[in-house]
């Protein structure tokens, strides 16, 4: 059964960084797409960015445009988000998909 496990949320202050790891298991092959998503207190949820499981293909929401980089390393079944120049706008609980699995979530908390 396919697991996904998120990590690396936080507390952090405006214009700080963090990288959120997003790490399956029960996968016999790398080859899929992964989905940042996020979803803040009495919002819904959010499109963050995704990168395609071929050809590394990625895409990010405006909002976080120039500021996060999602990537991907297939030899431990893991892709990241590196976000900086964070502001409170980004707390939210983040999650990631491959579209049909999806986290628990991490949270992140940006403090002004």
């Known amino acids: 059964q396919v697991q996904l496990v998120e990590s690396g949320g936080g507390l952090v202050q405006a214009g700080g960084s963090l990288r959120l790891s997003c790490t399956a298991s029960g996968r016999t092959s790398p080859s899929y797409t992964t989905i940042w998503y996020r979803q803040a207190p009495g919002k819904e949820r959010e499109f963050v960015a995704q990168i395609s499981g071929r050809r590394n293909t990625t895409d990010y929401a405006d909002s976080v445009k120039g500021r996060f980089t999602i990537s991907r390393d297939n030899t431990k079944m893991t892709a990241y988000l590196q976000m900086n120049s964070l502001t409170p706008d980004d707390t939210a609980i983040y999650y990631c998909?491959?579209?049909?699995?999806r986290g628990q979530g991490t949270q992140v908390i940006v403090s002004s």
């Open positions: 998909s491959d579209n049909a699995h």
